[in-house]
Every structure is written in C-alpha cells, then in structure tokens.
C-alpha cells in the first residue's frame, strides 16, 4: 500500500486542529453548567452563613453574661446602664473591688456590626443582653429574630 497523506494523518490530530480551541456552543455548556451550580449551591451556602452568624451572637451574649456575672461577684452589683458593657473593659470611676478587665478584648458588635443593647435592671431578668439580629431593630424572624440572654 503507498503511503499517502491522507491514511498518515488518520487517527492524528493536524496542526489546524489544535488551534482550533472551544466552539462557542461549548463555552455555552461550560457556562450554563457552571451556572446551574451555582444556583445549586448558592443557597445553601448563604443559609449556612446565617446560622453561623447567629450562632456567634448566642456565644457572645453567653460571654458578655458571665462577664457580667464575675463583675457582679467583684463589685456586688452589675454595671449601671451609665456605666454599660464598658465597664467590663475599662474601670468605670473608682470602683475599689473591680478586678477587670473581664473581657480579654474590647466589647464586641454582634456579627451584623451592632452593638448589642445591655440593660439593668431588664424587664425580664436581673440584667439583659440583646442583640436585634441582622435587621437591628427589636422582633423579626428568621436572621432579624432577637437573640437574648433570657
């Protein structure tokens, strides 16, 4: 059999070919599963952001309550609505049996960037923490719902 060019390049990919890349109608595909993915996972991944979110601000409020806790235990009382979460940090007057700082940082804003409202004596308890959720405003549901210490 002589050889031809035709039954050399047979199984082979040319030089033309190679260049060639995607088609257009490819990258589609590409984009709309890439796409489709995305709705796929999107949701749940926001969905488990809120939860984390809300999950931190429960354990900051259990923190800040201990916190004020072991001041009460030191000082004999919690911290006037004057004095406020501040006083947990930094010695509010002349206080002689403060022991602080009962937090090892700053007071921290709940995980939207709100500062979480402290009051003493509360409506429902001694003393109350309460961050307003995502929204900041008191009531809601969902990421919004308050969380408290009571």
């Known amino acids: 059999m002589p ?22 109608l490819e ?15 999107g949701p749940r991944y926001f969905s488990q952001i809120s939860k ?17 806790d072991a001041y009460r235990l030191d000082v004999g009382r919690y911290p006037s ?26 007071v921290p804003a709940d995980p939207w960037g709100h500062a ?5 004596p509360g409506s429902r308890a001694e003393v109350e923490v309460i961050s307003y959720g995502k929204d900041g405003k008191a009531g809601g549901d969902g990421d919004a719902a308050d969380i408290t210490s009571f």
């Open 3 to 24: 050889y031809s060019h035709t039954t050399a390049s047979r199984g082979r990919a040319t030089p033309a070919r190679l260049q060639a890349g995607f088609t257009l």
């Open 27 to 41: 990258l589609l595909v590409v984009v709309a599963i890439i796409g489709l993915l995305a709705a796929y996972v």
């Open 52 to 68: 984390s979110e809300r999950g931190v601000a429960k354990a900051q409020v259990e923190a800040l309550v201990k916190a004020l």
């Open 81 to 106: 609505p004057e004095e406020g979460l501040n006083a947990l940090v930094n010695r509010p007057g002349t206080l002689a049996n403060w022991n602080g700082p009962y937090l090892q940082k700053a």
């Open 116 to 120: 979480y409202e402290y009051r003493s």
